[in-house]
C-alpha cells in the first residue's frame, strides 16, 4: 500500500515560513497525475490549497496565492509547499494527497502569537 508521509507543520508566528514536505512509499503508484495540499481546520470543511500536476501544472487557492508555493520532485514522488507569509487563517491540519484520492496523516500547521 502507498502511503503518504507529511513532516514539517508546527507552530509560527503570524508572517513567519514553513516548509511541508510529503513523501510517498511503499508501492507504485498508478494513476497519479497529481499530488497536492488539501487543509481542515476545526469546524470547517476540508479544502484545497494547492496542487501540482507531474507536468509541472499548479493550482492554488484564492487564499494562499502569492504565499504558498508548491514543487514537486517526480523522481522521488515527493511534494513540498513552501508557505511564507503565514496568517493565523492560515492555521489547519495540513493533508498531503495524490489526486486528491490517497491521503496522508495531516500535519498540524499552527499561525498564533
Known amino acids: 500500500q502507498v502511503q503518504l508521509v507529511e513532516s514539517g507543520g508546527g507552530l509560527v508566528q503570524p508572517g513567519g515560513s514553513l516548509r511541508l514536505s510529503c513523501a510517498a512509499s511503499g508501492g507504485t503508484i498508478v494513476g497519479a497525475y497529481a499530488m497536492g495540499w488539501s487543509r481542515q481546520a476545526p469546524g470547517k470543511q476540508r479544502e484545497l490549497v494547492a496542487a501540482i500536476t507531474f507536468g509541472g501544472t499548479t493550482t492554488y487557492a484564492d487564499s494562499v496565492k502569492g504565499r504558498f508555493t508548491i514543487s514537486g520532485d517526480n523522481a522521488k514522488n515527493t511534494v513540498y509547499l513552501q508557505m511564507n507569509s503565514l496568517k493565523p487563517e492560515d492555521t489547519a491540519v495540513y493533508y498531503c494527497?495524490?489526486?486528491?484520492?490517497?491521503w496522508g496523516q495531516g500535519t498540524q500547521v499552527t499561525v498564533s502569537s
Open positions: 494527497n495524490i489526486n486528491q484520492a490517497l
